[in-house]
């Protein structure tokens, strides 16, 4: 997880810095683009917190690199409010970025106007299946997740009804949707996100217990380590041993 940017030139120099160490072969002009228009037509919005709005599609879009999502995909992400909270048009978008990004970004645009008020698991499969059939562009529906990832990640200004809400819509639908694509990491931390505020009392005595268990289990690790170590050592071989907890 990155680190959540508070200011404009924070959000632009860890998406700049994703780019970079992702050694990937990015559109550099076309995301510099999405850039300059998101950055001129939020100009003035803030989020909640006080924040420059503009750092939210930014981290939506570091989300989308972390995932090793396309350059369309991420100035997608860049653009994706500015149809809805701005005065740009999605014919400005097809005229400045072509058909495939003022698609994606129309896409996003439609499943953030639905309103989801389902509590029935029956219920919430057929709103899970609908926004799958409506997402030609399976992108769509991953810009989608990513922007509900770091709503949630940020959702300390939003009241405590609307923050559980938020979090029932998540476990019910977008969790589920992150599962069925195979994005097992948006996945967990969804539903970590989603008890956070449902059951907070369940949420932090599990984070306690896998606390403990971690340091326990890291200490396990970094015993058998130096025991390797040593026999590497001793066979005369130049090698690095690292362990993690899994």
């Known amino acids: 997880m990155t680190n959540i940017p508070r200011t404009k030139e924070e959000a632009i120099n860890q998406l700049k810095d994703l780019i970079m160490r992702s050694e990937r072969s990015y559109d550099i002009d076309l995301i510099d683009r999405a850039m300059v228009l998101a950055g001129s ?35 997608a992400a860049i653009l994706h409010d500015v149809v809805e909270d ?19 970004v129309d896409g996003v645009t ?26 030609e562009d399976i992108r769509v529906m991953i810009i989608k997740l990513a922007d509900r990832l770091h709503n949630m990640r940020t959702s300390d200004g939003w009241s405590e009804q609307k923050r559980r809400d938020k979090a029932r819509e998540t476990m019910d639908i977008y969790a589920p949707l992150a599962q069925r694509l195979g994005i097992s990491k948006v ?49 005369g071989i130049k090698a690095r041993v690292d362990g993690r907890v899994k």
């Open 41 to 75: 037509a939020h100009e003035g919005q803030k989020r909640a917190l006080g924040e420059d709005y503009i750092c939210h599609p930014l981290a939506v879009a570091a989300i989308l690199v972390e995932m090793g999502m396309d350059s369309e995909t991420i100035a």
């Open 86 to 104: 701005t005065g740009v048009e999605l014919s400005d978008l097809s005229r400045a970025f072509g058909e495939n990004i003022a698609n994606l």
């Open 110 to 135: 439609k499943i953030t106007k639905m309103s989801f008020s389902t509590r029935e698991e029956q219920q919430a499969e057929n709103v899970r299946k609908m926004l799958l059939a409506m997402s």
């Open 187 to 235: 996945k967990i931390e969804l539903d970590d996100l989603s008890l956070k505020y449902l059951q907070p009392d369940v949420y932090y005595s599990l984070v306690e217990q896998i606390s403990d268990k971690k340091s326990a289990r890291e200490q396990f690790i970094q015993q058998i380590v130096a025991e390797v170590r040593e026999h590497i050592d001793n066979a």
